[in-house]
């Protein structure tokens, strides 16, 4: 008689992904540090990988997306509360990543290029919590504009730790920032919003306001203060908006809803109403793009780089499993068609880390070079990392099989998160018509990047005619719009190439210059269509019962 196996002996199965150091683990990561700097705090980086990885880290991030916040707008005797509840896990994850300064630069070498590192790990462990750290950041260079007004909330913005409390700016340990630019008639279009801010009292140099309207999508609504366009008197201008005022009173935001999301589940993102919020200008009236657009470039940075991280998760999630399941009798590991999946998908992981690390450190540097990187090639590698982010985590997801697809591996969240990082921000087509600015007004910058690239692309014949075939698409300049796509990701590839055959193994540089330049098989959409009468073709792929 055959022995049947008892149903609870589990076999074949991977181990849980966890209590592993998610900074030494990754080959990719110390190289990007070893290249462009900010891995001189080995030791805490080390140490901010084994916490990211661990058990217990990696299950809060599961509890926070689990118990997703709730809006309580009224107590129970119809007073306004305006207050968002957080599930623990949520509040532990923000004190573990502010702790480890992922929400400010620090003043290590190369701040920027430390800071990704310890973003890049933050994402790992839940991704919700990054949006606060990241307007928080990236709120400062902004907030140096307001001289003395702005130096508590720069000092509190910048100390480690995480304080929830609903209390005013001098009462508190630390703050977190958040940003309202986005209406319901326009988000990328922010000259198209309507909330008006009128001079509160007398006009002098305190630059106070009242404001009244409100914002479509405003994230982290428990932030300390948010910065927030408004019309003025004299055009669309920024403010400094604090969530509680000096002496204690809840400001006037009214929080309306809660964004119900895809994912991104564990941050909160509000519709809110200012029914004459108290705010303080930042910069001139008029000049409300000029000013924010510091904060918006950081945010642009951050989203590269947690599109790396998340890709990088993805990404070791599969191997990991890969190594364990065995499929007709044989390690999926040691499967030829299953080692070329993960390598691909290996390859723009490489290319991902490397050119989000490399752009970290143009915000780091002073050089012209540096300068034009950072107007030219933040667009470029945001459009490219978050293209590439939802395309490769379903296919490392489908490397786990179904165990991929079920809520309690992290796949199926990383899956549902990183479509945010391409709409946030700038989304793909803003992002492509950006580049296209940038080369009309900023020529000498963009003339300095592609001529950077064509030198080191001058070695190597594939690379060498990768940047004379995007040197034929940049002089079509009247094409430049309908082409954006095409050259934003030409730009992006290359770099790529140029950095992997910089300092990645023969392996890598060889494999992504072949793959990705040589023998190019796949582009995102927009860049594929190069030909064709596009009008027709969409005429007749629209719905027809919409079209008037
Ligand atoms: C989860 C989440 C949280 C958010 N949090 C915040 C927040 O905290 N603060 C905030 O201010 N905003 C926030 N946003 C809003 C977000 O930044 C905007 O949704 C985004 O910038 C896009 O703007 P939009 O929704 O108005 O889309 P639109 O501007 O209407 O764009 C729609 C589409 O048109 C494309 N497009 C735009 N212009 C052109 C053009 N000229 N040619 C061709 N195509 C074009 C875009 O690429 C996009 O694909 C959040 C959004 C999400 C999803």
């Not at 196996?5 to 209590?19: G, T, Y």
């Not at 990754?26 to 084994?50: I, K, M, N, V």
């Not at 428990?222 to 920024?238: E, K, R």
């Not at 580049?435 to 001058?458: I, N, P, T």
Request: proline share 5%; charged share 20%.
């Amino acid at each position: 008689m055959a022995t049947s196996q008892p149903p609870d002996d589990v076999f074949n199965q991977s181990p849980p992904f966890e209590d592993v150091n998610l900074y030494a683990g990754d080959r990719a990561l110390q190289r990007a540090l070893a290249r462009e700097g900010g891995g001189s705090d080995e030791a805490a980086l080390h140490a901010f990988g084994a916490l990211t990885g661990s058990a217990e880290a990696q299950d809060l991030g599961r509890l926070a997306n689990e118990h997703p916040p709730l809006l309580k707008t009224h107590d129970a005797k119809g007073h306004r509360l305006d207050r968002v509840e957080f599930h623990p896990a949520y509040h532990a994850i923000m004190q573990a990543s502010t702790q480890a300064g992922v929400h400010a630069l620090g003043d290590e070498p190369c701040p920027h290029v430390a800071r990704a590192a310890k973003l890049y790990l933050a994402i790992q462990m839940e991704a919700g919590h990054v949006c606060p750290l990241t307007m928080t950041n990236a709120a400062l260079p902004v907030l140096f504009r307001m001289g003395s007004d702005g130096e508590a909330w720069i000092t509190k913005a910048r100390t480690p730790g995480y304080d929830p409390r609903h209390l005013p700016l001098q009462d508190k340990r630390a703050v977190t920032l958040g940003m309202g630019m986005t209406e319901k008639q326009g988000g990328t279009d922010v000259r198209a919003n309507i909330t008006r801010a009128e001079p509160a009292g007398a006009r002098r140099p305190g630059r106070q306001y009242t404001v009244v309207g409100h914002k479509w999508f405003m994230s982290a609504p428990m932030s300390d203060a948010f910065l927030i366009l408004a019309q003025a008197p004299g055009g669309l201008t920024c403010f400094l908006m604090p969530r509680i005022l000096e002496d204690g009173r809840a400001n006037a935001l009214h929080f309306q809803r809660l964004k119900a999301k895809l994912g991104n589940r564990s941050n909160a993102s509000s519709e809110v109403e200012f029914a004459g919020a108290h705010a303080i200008a930042i910069g001139d009236e008029g000049e409300g793009t000029k000013v924010i657009i510091d904060m918006v470039t950081e945010t642009r940075l951050d989203c590269a780089v947690a599109s790396a991280g998340l890709m990088r998760s993805a990404l070791a999630h599969a191997i990991h499993h890969a190594h364990h399941r065995r499929v007709f009798q044989n390690v999926l590991i040691h499967q030829p068609l299953m080692m070329h999946v993960l390598a691909d998908l290996a390859l723009d992981v490489e290319a991902a880390v490397a050119l989000s690390f490399r752009l970290a450190r143009s915000f780091d540097g002073s050089s012209d070079l540096d300068i034009a990187w950072k107007r030219i090639m933040t667009p470029v590698v945001k459009y490219w990392t978050c293209k590439t982010a939802p395309a490769l985590v379903a296919e490392a997801m489908e490397c786990l099989g179904g165990n991929g697809y079920v809520e309690e591996q992290p796949l199926a969240r990383i899956y549902r998160e990183v479509p945010v990082n391409s709409i946030w921000e700038g989304s793909g087509n803003v992002m492509a018509l950006d580049v296209v600015r940038a080369l009309r007004r900023q020529s000498d910058s963009a003339a300095l990047v592609v001529a950077d690239l064509a030198g080191r692309a001058k070695a190597e014949p594939r690379l060498h005619a990768a940047a004379m075939a995007l040197q034929t698409l940049l002089a079509d300049t009247a094409r430049h719009e309908q082409n954006a796509r095409a050259l934003t990701e030409d730009l992006a590839v290359l770099a790529a190439a140029i950095l992997l055959a910089q300092s990645a193994p023969p392996a890598i540089a060889e494999a992504f210059i072949s793959a990705r330049l040589a023998d190019r098989r796949c582009a995102f959409y927009g860049s594929r269509i190069t030909s064709g009468d596009c009008a027709a073709i969409l005429s007749e792929a629209a719905p027809q019962n919409t079209l008037t």
